[in-house]
């Protein structure tokens, strides 16, 4: 999966269905809801697509994975809806200098097994972070730490190298006592989690079931819910039945739009949503062939036109996008982008050299192939996008291919467009993992470079990089400049930020998502009983 451990993750939505299927569907749906069986007796019911890979945030790399271990063993900081770090075990932060970072504890802070949690054990995460002996995937993350300092209990300091703005978003990283930190913890951690978080860990009896219970040492007080039982569903068709029928309480970005009528229909159950951070878009290869032009690169963003996507296959649950970071995030820059113009398009594709052979309905000016999953939301985009680009003389072939093999031609560069999902944008150094020409995957960096598309920009690669050493007014003006700077480059083309939908049963109040998909506020939310 495209997945940037911890603040950039992806996902392959499901999708809407044929207009038939999915009027026998919603029938099933109905009559499913018409024998709705009893509740589980206790505790709230959460439904995943997919087992987490781990519940040791160090080495989660899959969404599941890292949202289960925040509510087990959170880090110092979080980050609110409009990507803002805001601090979680720390009760404050402050840089002391260019390249010192002092964060103060929340005072009693205490780990499940009832040890307190200090600044050694702040100190001890991350200096195993940094550990080659420990294998962490994320610790080259953490290459501009030079060490850490404990000033006292509750106050350490991060001292880096150089100035790096982005540190921050690294230290959401999980805190754990300082036995269990090091190589010689990893099994326990592995075994039986134990961290400061809202909810302790209590059992994970196989890959289909996920036990964990309320810490009443949390420090923003004992979560209202008396247990919490996630279970693996991988088929969206009886995750919907199993909401309808009253055997599960929540299910966050699992169910595609074109069901969401009718679970809004089901009145034990209701729909929350939120302007969301997850980023879709058209990946392009600039490596060679016409692709390689900016002005068709241009002419392609001229010829899709987002609002039908959005109103039809998503039902609205969307905003059209016009940089990778999503309006309300606090970089965000308001940007001229390309827009639908499709004889701006043409005048583009003629100044390239790919005049029109034999006027509309003829020959193709240019052909591509289109890879994508077999996900039917993702082929179902494929195959509109290739309509519309047909209508400038775009010639597509959409090639759907099972995901892993699809995402390893992605990551190799062996494909000329392609879509794919970002599924949460915090930090906006994304931008410069995405489009830096240090970042084009290669042999050099085991294909682990998020630059797809070998954009190089050294003027676009400067701004990113003066961006992670600046003060926060001046990385706004930066990353403004930067997301000109990829208007004209066009090295992707955006199409859309999807909205962060809940579907939750009445038994469980309080519970408002999380832009990002978190499941952190499970913490502050409320079980009903009957």
């Keep these: 999966m495209d997945v940037p451990p911890d ?138 730490l030079e060490r850490v300092e404990v ?18 978003a690294e230290l959401s990283a999980a805190i754990l006592p300082s036995e269990r930190a090091g190589p010689g913890g990893i099994e326990a951690q592995a075994g039986h989690p134990v961290g400061a978080g809202p909810f302790r860990f209590e059992s994970w009896p196989d890959e289909e079931h996920l036990t964990l219970v309320p810490f009443e040492g949390w420090h923003g007080g004992k979560p209202a819910l008396s247990r919490l039982t996630f279970r693996v569903v991988r088929d969206e068709t009886t995750r919907v039945l199993e909401l309808l029928k009253g055997r599960a309480d ?30 879709t878009y058209l990946g392009l290869n600039l490596r060679e062939g016409p692709l390689a032009d900016v002005r068709v690169r241009q002419a392609l963003c001229h010829l899709i036109d987002v ?21 309300e995030h606090w970089a965000f820059t308001e940007t001229q982008g390309c827009g639908y113009a499709p004889e701006e398009a043409a005048r583009l594709l003629d100044a390239a050299g790919y005049p029109d052979p034999d006027g509309p309905g003829g020959r193709p000016r240019l052909s591509f192939t289109f890879k994508t999953s077999t996900d039917r939301f993702r082929r179902a985009v ?8 047909a209508k400038g003389g775009i010639a597509v072939e959409v090639r759907a291919l099972e995901f892993g093999t699809f995402f390893e031609d992605v990551r190799r560069g062996r494909f000329e ?24 995957p290669g042999p050099e960096n085991h294909w682990g470079g ?29 990353y403004a400049e930067a997301q000109r700077e990829l208007d004209a480059d066009m090295p992707v083309i955006p199409l859309w930020h999807e909205a962060s939908v809940a579907v939750v049963s009445s038994r469980l109040a309080d519970f408002e998502p999380s832009a990002h998909g978190l499941l952190l506020p499970l913490a502050k939310a409320r079980e009903v009983t009957p």
Aim: aromatic share 6%.
């Design 307 to 327: 609002r039908p996507l959005v109103e039809h296959k998503l039902h609205g649950l969307a905003e059209p996008a016009s940089s990778m970071l999503p309006r």
């Design 151 to 168: 000033v006292d209990a509750r106050t350490v300091r991060f001292h880096l190298k150089r100035p790096y703005a982005p540190l921050l």
């Design 382 to 389: 494929a195959l509109v996008l290739k309509e519309q680009l």
């Design 7 to 144: 603040i950039h993750l992806v996902t392959d939505a499901m999708p809407p269905l044929p207009s038939r299927a999915l009027r026998v569907f919603l029938l099933a749906l109905a009559l499913a809801a018409g024998c709705r069986e009893a509740a589980p007796p206790a505790g709230v019911t959460v439904l995943l697509e997919a087992p987490p890979d781990s519940l040791d945030d160090r080495f989660a790399l899959t969404a599941h994975g890292q949202r289960l271990a925040q509510l087990v063993s959170p880090g110092l900081i979080t980050f609110d809806d409009a990507s803002r770090p805001v601090p979680q075990l720390a009760e404050s932060f402050r840089d002391v200098s260019a390249t010192v970072v002092e964060f103060i504890l929340r005072p009693g802070l205490t780990f499940h097994d009832g040890s307190a949690l200090t600044a050694e054990d702040v100190k001890a995460s991350f200096d195993a972070l940094r550990d080659p002996k420990l294998g962490s995937p994320k610790r080259e993350r953490y290459e501009p």
């Design 417 to 440: 467009l392609f879509t794919l999902k970002w599924a949460a944008v915090m930090e906006p150094d994304l931008l410069r993992g995405a489009f830096h020409s240090a970042n084009i």
């Design 450 to 478: 998020f630059n797809r598309g070998a954009l190089k920009d050294p003027k676009l690669d400067r701004v990113l990089d003066a961006a992670t050493q600046a003060s926060r007014e001046e990385r706004k003006t930066l």
């Design 250 to 279: 929540l299910v966050v970005n699992g169910v595609s739009p074109a069901v969401l009528p009718a679970l809004r229909k089901a009145s034990h159950l209701r729909v929350e949503t939120k302007p969301g951070t997850g980023f």
